[in-house]
């Protein structure tokens, strides 16, 4: 016998050289060669390569730009979950390819370590939040946009609310016009705010922002089609130079051997603020109260940069301005919008959401602060329960502000530590507002709980929307005994409004399309 042959048959004898059948006992264990890999397993190694490397290059170049990278977290943790549920289905003898077994661990694995990278990347991210939802994107239900479109502007009709009981639509005092961030240095940016057209320019020389009227008095360009030069702002047609300070026009780069521009020839300038990260305007109605008579408040922790910004929020409200800061005045609506789960969203009165065994607990306090006119305050207590227990660390301690017309300043104590969010209402037009939210918290507070805070806040804020976009203002409503907070607040907005205020039936034939 050949030694080939006895080989052969010793491993024959010691069933090493081919399997055992079906019911016999355990088969060898078999341990692949680097060269038994196909050229199917590498060309899906490389498609794995591939796409990892996308992922991290969609992570840090796009959607680091876009603060998205929730959405990579949420494809890798989908990939990990489809793999998993594919290698359970394959232990128990469903085969979904014939080499499953060569590629399922190592699909596995990267998909896991992907998953819990984001996790991690996540949990330590500080790309502050940015959510922002159009008139059209809240509301009752989910109608299509154009039937959205059509429901605006039927409400737009004088007829249906009632402008004759309605209050003025533009109160005085300091208004919101642009976030201080969307200004840089030497760039100018459009507004609207109060039914104008604002020209909002920050100069390159000591940083200061301006705000004027957005069309040029030589023959009524825009001028935020200019350039920055300087504290002036540059006509985009003829070059006129429209100052920053004052208003004056002077003749630009060919004003040489040509007539000066009157000195009585202005820009309409606007009296302006820049505080806790917004621009601000001086508006009053009346001609001899063109002068702030009150400062907005400073919040040192922001101003000087010691708080950390952790992200924002902005929605387009249909309604008058009045009525969303007299949320805060209304402690009835508290329990029938917001103590439903923050989890269902939209959906509070859904009683059969699985998510109705947790609760919010509401405990609100409104008075007038006797010592500053224009300022109102609100306490508000916050605690959750889950099956009527209460839940640890669950407690919000509110101290709100409402400084003027359109100003709030929510002081929040929590278990993760300190943090404000800044309400800002932007009247664009009568019943066209922007709400914008932004949150500042100390630098202890890790991003992860402060981006549920901002998502907490813009789901609750959307359930109040979703009302304001669909009623009107009532001048005299049948209050309770129980409501007489609303009464309280009414008396004290009405401070905003003066004789000339503008009213929705004094602005029927302006102009401009609200």
């Known amino acids: 016998m050949s030694d080939e042959m006895a080989i052969c048959l010793s491993d024959v004898l010691n069933d090493s050289c081919f399997p055992r059948t079906l019911g016999s006992e355990a088969q060898p264990s078999y341990i692949p060669d680097i060269s038994d890999v196909g050229v199917f397993e590498g060309f899906l190694g490389l498609i794995a390569v591939f796409f990892a490397l996308w992922f991290i290059k969609i992570a840090l170049v796009t959607w680091f730009k876009k603060y998205k990278l929730q959405y990579l977290l949420r494809g890798s943790l989908l990939v990990f979950l489809v793999v998993d549920i594919l290698n359970f289905l394959h232990g128990y003898g469903i085969v979904f390819h014939e080499k499953y077994d060569s590629y399922s661990d190592t699909l596995w694995y990267l998909s896991g370590t992907l998953s819990g990278v984001m996790l991690v990347v996540r949990y330590f991210w500080k790309l502050p939040l940015n959510i922002k939802k159009t008139l059209y994107e809240v509301g009752f239900d989910h109608r299509k946009r154009q039937e959205a479109i059509a429901r605006y502007r039927m409400r737009k009709g004088f007829e249906t609310l009632d402008p004759a009981s309605m209050p003025p639509v533009f109160p005085n005092g300091w208004i919101a016009v642009v976030e201080s961030s969307e200004v840089c240095p030497g760039e100018v940016v459009a507004a609207t705010t109060l039914g104008y057209r604002f020209c909002v320019f920050r100069s390159r020389d000591n940083n200061s922002a301006f705000v004027l009227d957005a069309y040029c008095p030589h023959l009524g360009a825009d001028l935020t089609g200019g350039i920055v030069r300087g504290n002036t702002i540059e006509c985009p047609f003829h070059g006129w130079c429209a100052s920053g300070i004052d208003g004056s026009c002077t003749r630009g780069r060919d004003s040489e051997n040509k007539p000066p521009v009157p000195e009585t020839v202005k820009v309409k300038k606007w009296t302006s603020d820049e505080a806790n990260g917004m621009i601000y305007v001086w508006h009053h109605a009346e001609k001899d109260k063109q002068e702030p008579y009150w400062e907005m408040p400073r919040v040192e922790e922001v101003c000087n940069g010691d708080w950390v910004f952790r992200g924002r929020t902005e929605h387009e409200v249909h309604c008058h301005i009045q009525e969303i800061p007299e949320n805060g005045a209304d402690i009835n609506h508290l329990k029938q919008l917001h103590s439903a789960s923050v989890f269902m969203g939209g959906n509070w009165m859904d009683t059969n959401s699985w998510f109705n065994f947790v609760t919010?607990?509401?405990?609100?306090?409104?008075?007038?602060?006797?010592?500053?006119?224009?300022?109102?305050?609100?306490?508000?207590?916050?605690?959750?329960?889950?099956?009527?227990?209460?839940?640890?660390?669950?407690?919000?301690?509110?101290?709100?502000?409402?400084?003027?017309?359109?100003?709030?300043?929510?002081?929040?104590?929590?278990?993760?530590?300190?943090?404000?969010?800044?309400?800002?209402?932007?009247?664009?037009?009568?019943?066209?507002?922007?709400?914008?939210?932004?949150?500042?918290?100390?630098?202890?507070?890790?991003?992860?709980?402060?981006?549920?805070?901002?998502?907490?806040?813009?789901?609750?804020?959307?359930?109040?929307?979703?009302?304001?976009?669909?009623?009107?203002?009532?001048?005299?409503?049948?209050?309770?005994?129980?409501?007489?907070?609303?009464?309280?607040?009414?008396?004290?907005?009405?401070?905003f409004y003066s004789e000339n205020s503008p009213t929705l039936i004094s602005l029927r034939d302006s102009v401009v399309d609200y």
């Open 360 to 495: 919010h607990h509401w405990q609100p306090e409104w008075t007038r602060d006797e010592n500053v006119p224009h300022i109102a305050r609100i306490k508000l207590k916050q605690t959750t329960s889950f099956l009527g227990y209460h839940i640890p660390f669950s407690r919000l301690d509110i101290d709100i502000e409402q400084i003027g017309p359109a100003t709030v300043h929510l002081h929040i104590k929590s278990w993760f530590g300190r943090a404000i969010l800044l309400q800002h209402i932007i009247p664009e037009g009568p019943l066209a507002m922007r709400v914008i939210h932004q949150l500042y918290t100390e630098p202890s507070v890790r991003p992860f709980p402060a981006e549920l805070l901002i998502r907490a806040e813009a789901i609750m804020l959307e359930r109040d929307i979703a009302v304001w976009n669909n009623k009107k203002f009532l001048k005299n409503p049948q209050l309770l005994k129980d409501e007489s907070m609303i009464r309280k607040y009414r008396r004290w907005y009405l401070q």
